[in-house]
């Protein structure tokens, strides 16, 4: 496409751009379960006009907009205060959770330099469930990475067993999830903790799916274990506001247990002709509106709102397993809070992925083992009989031998 020598009318334009999208998964109808977290037109509604308000605003410039950097003060202080974070945390907020844990994982690498650890050699020791973000910001730092296995008693767990043996003295970070993405299980943090005071390193929680979540969960009676901050060997946290703080995208956070953790992690440069400047992230410019959307959506929610759509999420997993499980699947471990991978004993479930997504649904699946898996949100409610409903009509059709849609080798 080349840009067209004179403009187009915005009308003309914006019913292109609302054409194009017509393939898209259908996520304001629920029926998607992975990338969207839909909260409802009312949260979207405010996302968008609280976006706007700062949409030109840049949060790189404190001076410029103290506006902004009192917002996003406030959304670290909400969420540390959620996150058990003692006197003294703190925290930034990020583009998303790689960019959260990225940062994580470089403030973990400068303070081992600082406290006599290698430069060159270092690793992180995380469990196979882990998620790829960590691998991506360990592979631009060229830091090597130390997957163990989970534990083999089907809890889909961390084992820190064998992590604490995969620890060594160039090793800058261990790391534990709340929940981990392929399968909705949170770790035993508290075990790990245990581990890595031990061993004298830093404990990283990549709660990116369920830091805003978790809190909310154990406020209505779900069994949450100790997760975060209140496991005193926890250093660091990642946790997003765009998942289940139901906040525009891309907002997230990264939460430090004290500010001599935290003094490690900005980039601090005044070696060149312009002026001297300072940097939270590995980002320049901070979209403006992705903070300001944030501090709205929290601010009007509130405690007792969060309350209501966790408790319809969690409700509608457990609704999830009851049917998947009459339809004769296993549930993977013992999820709590919005995501759950389920698999067939006798169906492979990329088949099965296959013929849903013939029917019209966009989820999503995970390796190992083979499953299906959802990341719901509090929309599903309003859909889950439907989507047994063609889960049932989906087995029946793999069980039958229908051709569906080919699944990649790479996968099978």
Known sequence: MKMPQHGRAWDEVRADMIARGGG???WRDGRTAVYVFNAGEDISRIQHEAYGLYMAENGLGPLAF???AQMEKDVIAMGLDLLHGPDGATGTMTSGG???????????R???RAHGRPRDGTNIVLPQSAHLAFDKAAHLMDIEVRRVALK???????????????????????????????????DPIEALGEVAARKNVWLHVDACVGGYFAPFARMNGVPVPPFDFEVPQVHSMSADLHKYGYCAKGASTVLFRSEDLYQYMPFDMAGWSGAPM???TLAGTRPGGAISA???VMNTLGVDGYREKQGLVCETRQRIEEGVKRLGFDVLGNPMLGLVAFRHPDHHAFAL???MYRRGWFTSVTKEPPSLHLMLSPKHAEVVDAYLADLEASVAAVAGGVDGPKVDARYS
């Open 98 to 108: 790689t960019d959260s844990i990225t940062m994580a994982i470089k403030t973990a």
């Open 110 to 112: 400068d303070f081992a």
């Open 294 to 296: 944030a501090w709205a």
């Open 24 to 26: 898209d998964a259908a």
């Open 353 to 355: 992925y296959g013929e």
């Open 278 to 280: 300072k940097t939270p």
């Open 66 to 68: 103290p506006s902004l």
């Open 152 to 186: 083999t008693d089907g809890s889909y767990e961390a084992d820190p067993a064998a992590m604490g043996e995969a620890v060594d003295a160039a090793t800058i970070m261990m790391v534990g999830s709340a929940p981990n993405f392929p399968h909705g299980i949170i």
